[in-house]
């Protein structure tokens, strides 16, 4: 038996062997497996960093909302061949729809029939120059500027007047911002006791600003609420006091009167009142000149805050105010954040009332 074993291990042997090439014929006989590539990773190129524009860019671009209005108005002027009926038609219902107003829109009109006929205006594209001039120049030469008055012993208090829903806390809240990031110590006076949220709304406003807030309780007199913030300011070296004051009173008690008897009584401590800003909403229109004859009676405006221009038509109202009531309208607001309330800029407010682009 042991002579057979290695017939055994040559047979075996034989089997591996030939098993061994029938794998590798096996294996070329298949298809290489393809190598798939990782596609390559898309290279993508950093956004440009866009700096903020200048105040001035922004407020033409936000007044361009109002070309619906004027601007259609101007087209229909431009595309004619002549000056006619229809021009004058266009030019004054465009004008009345943006709320300039009927005195002021027949003030800008009539000069320029007029020089039309003694041939000094001959095209549609100089009727619209001369007419964008003239709306320029009711505006410009006025002093716009805050008026915070170094020279005086205690605080400035700004007073906010004008009716709820204009605005009038969200515009303080604002101002706010802005003269804390010039320096100065501001302290909020919380004067609208009369509206339940108003305390609270202005408490947000004055932690997102920097600035710090006395608070009464609600239907408290508003009067002591802001001659408290006056004192306090005085007394803790405090630069500016904003004074929140109510729009509409839930008691028998005349709005008006309670506004004189605020400005009266912020005015017996240390601080004096070196603006009263009257805020208005642009989408009131004419009801809005209304709302500045009454408070500017009862408590002697210096300067109008217009808000909601960004989403209004009826930015003529600015026409209206300052050539009717002689009130520099000071601030606008053209949007929800902290930088959307600029200074009113009349040359590029016009420029953008009447641009076609």
């Not at 594209?125 to 008026?147: F, Y």
Request: proline share 4%; aromatic share 4%; net charge neutral.
């Amino acid at each position: 038996m042991n002579s057979s074993y290695p017939l055994i291990f040559l047979i075996l042997a034989a089997v591996v062997v030939v098993f061994g090439f029938g794998v590798v014929l096996q294996s070329r006989r298949k298809k290489p497996t393809p190598v798939i590539k990782a596609a390559p990773k898309k290279v993508v190129a950093p956004e440009p960093v866009v700096e903020a524009a200048p105040v001035v860019e922004v407020v033409v671009e936000k007044k361009r909302s109002f070309k619906n209005v004027l601007a259609g108005a101007v087209s229909s002027v431009l595309g004619r061949g002549e000056i006619n009926d229809t021009s004058w038609d266009d030019l004054e219902e465009a004008l009345l729809r943006a709320d300039v107003g009927v005195k002021v829109a027949q003030a800008l009109l009539e000069p320029l029939r007029a020089r039309v006929k003694a041939k000094e205006i001959s095209t549609p594209a100089e009727l619209i120059t001369a007419l964008q001039n003239d709306m320029a120049s009711r505006l410009v030469g006025t002093n716009r500027e805050l008026n915070f008055d170094t020279s005086i012993d205690g605080p400035n208090i700004w007073l906010m007047v004008g009716v709820n829903g204009a605005g009038k806390t969200t515009s303080l809240g604002k101002i706010s911002a802005q003269q804390v990031a010039l320096g100065r110590k501001v302290l909020m006076a919380a004067g609208d006791t009369f509206r339940a949220a108003a305390g609270e709304q202005l408490q947000t406003w004055a932690e997102r600003s920097g600035a710090e807030i006395i608070r009464g309780a609600e239907g408290s007199d508003p009067s002591s609420v802001i001659f408290d913030a006056v004192q306090a300011a005085n007394a803790r070296k405090f630069d500016l006091v904003l004074a929140d004051t109510a729009g509409r009173l839930q008691n028998n008690t005349n709005l008006m009167e309670e506004l004189r008897k605020v400005r009266r009584v912020a005015e017996k401590g240390a601080g004096t009142v070196t603006e009263t800003l009257l805020v208005i909403d642009a989408t009131t229109g004419q009801n809005g000149l209304s709302q500045a004859r009454l408070f500017a009676d009862a408590t002697q405006v210096t300067g109008v805050v217009l808000t909601k221009l960004d989403g209004s038509s009826k930015g003529g109202i600015v026409f209206a105010i300052e050539t009717e009531l002689g009130i520099p309208v000071k601030l606008v607001g053209l949007g929800e954040t902290m930088e959307d309330l600029v200074a009113f800029n009349p040359t590029e407010f016009v420029e953008a009332l009447c641009s076609t682009t």
